[in-house]
């Protein structure tokens, strides 16, 4: 199935990255933070499944071998190529809406975070989640 990003028409089976790259927040411009900036960074300089309890999490950094049976994957944990969620290459601008993006205003994940932003959004968002 083939999901179209408004904002670039890239298809997200292979768009490299997005073109909308400020944002009002409260009323003032902010860049957006790319897949790979630096706070990024720091998520992916967490050991995996960093959220879980930590007897619970495999715990690999990047270059080490997972866990068995970890569910994020096997072998060598890598820092992925694409951005999980909305597929944008390392270092490009994410398609708005995706839960990977990090606010550029309070830090936090994007797609849930309270600053109020004025994204031209279609009703119920255009990402069908679980497809991806
Ligand atoms: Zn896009
Ligand atoms: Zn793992
Ligand atoms: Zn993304
Ligand atoms: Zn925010």
Redesign the pocket.
Known sequence: MDVICEFCGGNLADATGCVLSEVE?NDETYVRLTFGSHLDEEFWAKPCCWWWDPADRCGALIGEPHRRNCSKGSGIRRRPERCYDCRVAWGNLHHPDCGVEV??????Q?AS???E?DWPLPEGGWMPRGVL
Do not use: D, K, T, W
């Not at 606010?103 to 936090?108: A, G, H, L």
């Open positions: 927040l606010c550029p205003r309070c830090s936090r994007f975070c309270s600053c932003g």
